[in-house]
């Protein structure tokens, strides 16, 4: 089964300003799931996006299977 990744921005703790930063994670779900339910996701928190996107191609990289095509949604 193909994987495709997504990025998913929250909020982090806070610091030093009123407004607390936003973190970033990387998860795969089955291309072909309806719900895109969550199969994994990166156990630590990134500063950037590209950061992220990064982490997730590392982990599709290193799954076995069919290449996805280099297709690559995030959000």
Known sequence: MAFKIRIMASHGKPGRGPVPRIIYKAEAYE??????ERKWQCLHDHETVEHA????????GDQHGP???GRVETA
Do not use: I
């Not at 291309?31 to 895109?36: K, L, V, W």
């Not at 996107?53 to 599709?60: A, E, I, S, T």
């Open 53 to 60: 996107f990064n982490c997730g191609m590392v982990w599709l």
């Open 67 to 69: 290449a996805p095509g």
């Open 31 to 36: 291309e072909g799931d309806q719900f895109r």
